[in-house]
């Protein structure tokens, strides 16, 4: 991904910022404004995420990707960046379903729910580092190996926000059972559902669907995690093109060891159109283990969701027939981006459910434990946690069904959505149950309570599927493209500067008012509900001091933003936190609208987290306008590359031994 710049000049840099405030009620006004612009236009920096060359990848091979007609997005998340608020995505809160789906699902909820209480057995599992057989057979019955896969081809035919509400119930009984069971639809043929061809689809879902066949995705390699363009297995085709002959090896797979079919990731050599050259694309293709040369290492060992099973996979010599492509030669980066941005709702949901079982575990020993006279959850301390603890599940299940209701709207900009609920879900799941087992004391830590292992088998959710650290990359990163080419199309406008006076206009008069502390005319009003009036008053003027620091930031590095890490991950905490107001926001004005028994309820979680969420985005802005912030990234890389020098701590030992 580039960054390009202009002009580096820094006294030049903020003229758009400084502007004076304009008119904007007449033709003298507006070709001031012009002509103010022109200096812009001219000398300061036109600073543009062009569209993505390099990676910024994740072990879900995140890139950015280029946007088209980016100003007319209509992600909430995309135009945030922008200091914009576009509400259709957001508002109101999805109602998806029809009557028919929502009765299936209602169908699907009891016994799926029953299931796991009486056949299921967890800890079991988490002993015998395996799903029990009879467990596994009993999913394969229940059709939950196939639940997104059309009935026509044999699954049940979900659509997303049937699919993420049967997750939530897994993920709060077994997540080793979860990763079983998403390691084989949300990813390992999620592919085929995406991009496959009718013949693809026909010949390998309906046995993937009944579970007869499993399936696995296959891209991280022992040299290639996060950067997964550096991934060094390859498939050369036959001169007579019929087939790919791949070869290479792939560690940390989940399923690895039972799968049958395989989303495989491989380098092509590719002539390039335009030079001649012979360069090497990402290709995906499906591998049946029938292929022969395909085999699998002994089961890893792991810290947590130990049923699951994780092996490498080798592929020897591998014949792969050519109709075997997953969508386009050299369209595989493709194809593993769609895969993993279509699945992270899925986690989200997942992980509200097990936040759900573990708040339970929580208040029903708050409720009965006594002590100093009283039960302990009327005393401050433990109310606190309890609160907060309700306040992360909110937000994650809000995200959950938010991105879910998108993508069945039709939404196709859902990227950075998914990507922060991913991190969110993640990180609150963790949270929760840390203090879960506080609120539980010495109980919470031992084995027969079962907290313990869902601790251990959480703590991989911040790393797979796209660790939390590069999304957070890839968040920030894809915001500031989308602010960019705002920036662009601005200056693409001044060399008509008469023609579009009133957008030059609304453009200096909008920054102008930004740079005064003064409201640009962001308003929520009329669509929140009244009762939240105060908490989307504080999500518009984060939105806004959020959008500017933005264009500040994008004007001040320029190309060198990609490089500013600790700047990025700063723009990603504020855009996680203002996503999280605007999903509450909408959720609980939905419920006061429709007056449920939980309104006022959902009313103070919003507010609650409005607040607190709000505090964390000006704090976190005032740290990027912050000059002392610059000595602090600084001591902070200083610290740590002594450290690396070292080979560890560099202060000796305070007793000098």
Not at 260 to 270: C, D, L, N, S, Y
Request: charged share 20%; aromatic share 6%; hydrophobic share 40%.
């Amino acid at each position: 991904m580039l960054l390009r710049k202009v002009s580096q000049s820094s006294s030049l840099c903020g003229t758009i910022l400084r502007m004076p405030p304009v008119l904007s009620g007449g033709q003298r006004q507006a070709v001031a404004a012009v002509q103010n612009t022109r200096l812009y236009a001219s000398q300061a920096a036109q600073a543009v995420l062009e569209k993505p060359a390099a990676a910024v990848g994740s072990d879900a091979g995140t890139k950015v990707e280029k946007t088209t007609a980016a100003v007319e997005s209509k992600s909430f998340a995309v135009n945030m960046f922008k200091g914009q608020i576009t509400t259709p995505q957001v508002f109101p809160y999805p109602s998806v379903m029809n009557e028919e789906q929502e009765q299936f699902l209602r169908e699907l909820v009891g016994p799926v729910g029953k299931f796991f209480e009486e056949v299921n057995d967890p800890a079991k599992n988490d002993t015998l580092e395996k799903v029990e057989d009879h467990t596994m057979q009993g999913l394969k019955e229940m059709g939950a190996f196939g639940l997104q896969v059309p009935a026509d081809l044999g699954g049940l035919g979900l659509s997303n926000t049937q699919y993420a509400r049967l997750v939530e119930i897994v993920g709060s009984h077994d997540l080793g059972v979860g990763i079983t069971l998403g390691a084989h639809q949300s990813i390992g043929f999620k592919g085929i559902l995406l991009f496959g061809n009718p013949a693809q689809k026909e010949k390998y879902l309906p046995k993937l669907a009944t579970g007869e066949n499993v399936a696995a995705f296959c891209l991280t390699e022992p040299a290639s995690g996060s950067d997964a363009a550096s991934i060094k297995t390859t498939a050369v085709q036959s001169p007579c093109g019929q087939y790919f002959t791949l070869s290479g090896s792939k560690i940390w797979i989940s399923n690895g060891g039972l799968a049958e079919i395989f989303t495989v990731f491989a380098k092509t050599p590719m002539k390039d159109p335009k030079t001649g050259e012979m360069k090497d694309k990402i290709t995906a293709f499906i591998v049946e283990r029938s292929f022969g040369g395909v085999t699998h290492g002994p089961p890893e060992k792991k810290m947590g969701i130990k049923a699951s099973n994780t092996a490498e996979v080798y592929f020897d010599n591998v014949r792969v027939p050519a109709d075997c492509v997953l969508g386009e030669v050299g369209g595989g980066f493709k194809v593993a981006m769609n895969i993993l941005n279509n699945g992270r709702f899925g986690m989200a949901a997942a992980l509200s459910g097990t936040m759900k079982g573990v708040i339970t575990k929580a208040v029903d020993h708050a409720a009965n434990r006594t002590q100093f006279g009283s039960k302990i959850h009327n005393y401050g301390a433990i109310q606190e946690k309890m609160a907060r603890m309700t306040m992360l599940q909110y937000v994650t299940e809000s995200m959950a069904y938010m991105i879910s209701g998108n993508m069945d709207s039709g939404a196709t900009e859902f990227q950075i959505e998914a990507a922060i609920s991913k991190i969110f879900a993640s990180e609150a799941a963790w949270t929760v149950t840390d203090e879960c087992i506080q609120v539980m004391g010495g109980m919470g830590f031992m084995k027969d309570s079962g907290v313990e292992r869902v601790m251990r088998d959480l703590r991989i959710f911040r790393i797979f599927e796209g660790t939390n650290d590069i999304l957070r990359l890839f968040v920030a990163l894809n915001g500031f493209q989308n602010a960019g080419n705002q920036l662009k199309s601005l200056q693409k406008a001044l060399k008509n500067p008469l023609g579009n006076a009133g957008l030059l206009a609304g453009e200096m008069t909008k920054r102008a008012k930004r740079k005064a502390g003064l409201s640009t005319g962001l308003t929520l009003q009329g669509t929140v509900h009244p009762e939240l009036a105060q908490s989307g008053e504080l999500t518009v003027k984060a939105i806004e001091q959020f959008g500017a620091v933005v264009e500040e930031l994008l004007i001040k590095h320029g190309k060198k933003i990609i490089d500013e890490q600790f700047v990025l991950k700063r723009v990603a905490d504020c855009a996680i936190d203002l996503y999280a107001m605007i999903v509450v926001l909408s959720r609980a004005s939905r419920s006061l609208s429709q007056g449920h028994a939980s309104a006022q309820h959902e009313k103070m979680l919003c507010e609650t987290w409005c607040m607190e969420a709000h505090e964390r985005v000006i704090r976190d802005i005032k740290t990027l306008h912050s000059s002392e912030s610059r000595q602090l990234f600084k001591n902070l890389r200083a610290i740590s590359t002594a450290v690396v020098e070292n080979g560890g701590v560099v202060s000796p030992h305070p007793l000098g031994f």
